[in-house]
């Protein structure tokens, strides 16, 4: 088991930054080596994938929407994986969730094993 615990989340005006971490207990060690992602849900709509790492933190992968704005990273001698999120909009509200797959650097949803309980990101115009 893992479990995932996100923070960072927050009011920001449009055009700011915000950098949210998620830290990561449990089966965290090398064996387990978990491609990290983060994903969100705006109100009234479906959670989507913004963004990706591989376990060595040499592969990403983004979302369209965010691309250029947003950057994933990972310390995993710290069990923590990083979106810092850079000239934000308001459509970029929503819970951003934290989640951990054991396969490749993936987007889908559904092949992700483990989630975080989310932090809310408010961006305000």
């Known amino acids: 088991q893992v479990q995932l615990v996100e923070s960072g989340g927050g009011l920001v005006q449009a055009g700011g930054s915000r950098g949210l971490s998620c830290a990561a207990s449990?089966?965290?060690?090398?064996?387990?080596?978990?491609?990290m992602g983060w994903f969100r849900q705006a109100p009234g709509k479906e959670r989507e994938f913004v963004a990706a790492?591989?376990?060595?933190?040499?592969?990403?992968r983004y979302a369209d929407s965010v691309k250029g704005r947003f950057t994933i990273s990972r310390d995993n001698a710290k069990n923590t994986v990083y979106l810092q999120m850079n000239s934000l909009k308001p459509e970029d509200t929503g819970v951003y969730y934290c989640?951990?797959?054991?396969?490749?650097?993936?987007?889908?949803?559904?092949?992700?094993?483990?989630w975080g309980q989310g932090t809310q990101v408010t961006v305000s115009s």
């Open positions: 790492v591989s376990w060595s933190g040499s592969s990403t």
């Open positions: 449990g089966r965290t060690d090398s064996s387990y080596r978990y491609t």
């Open positions: 989640a951990a797959s054991i396969a490749s650097i993936v987007a889908a949803e559904t092949l992700y094993d483990y």
